[in-house]
């Protein structure tokens, strides 16, 4: 219940994302003033956090949609599924400690 309870609310959040992403980037065509105002805004210590959050749920999103997969087009995959779940938690587990260090040494060393 976990995975699929996680997998809608990571999708809900990179949609939200994608279209605040959409729209700020249409902002360039309209005023370069006000695109650089609002990227400029972005740069912040508390954007820098939000981005690991959002990366986090990039790849959990990834990793729990081809466990999604593999349940319904394996014929094992039903009997594997929590075993799956565990493999992506430790995937995720794994990439965000790869990333999130390396991210935010650069957005705190400025």
Request: glycine share 8%.
């Amino acid at each position: 219940m976990w995975s699929w309870v996680l997998h809608r609310i990571t999708g809900v959040a990179i949609f939200f994302f994608l279209l605040v992403h959409i729209l700020d980037t249409a902002l360039v065509r309209v005023s370069p003033e006000a695109y650089n105002a609002v990227i400029g805004t972005y740069q912040t210590p508390i954007m820098g956090l939000g981005e690991v959050a959002l990366v986090g749920a990039i790849v959990f999103h990834a990793f729990n949609g081809l466990r999604i997969i593999l349940i319904d087009f394996w014929s094992k995959g039903t009997r594997y599924q929590k075993a799956m779940f565990y493999v992506v938690i430790a995937l995720w587990v794994i990439t965000m400690l790869g990333f999130t260090p390396r991210h935010l040494i650069n957005v705190f060393s400025h």
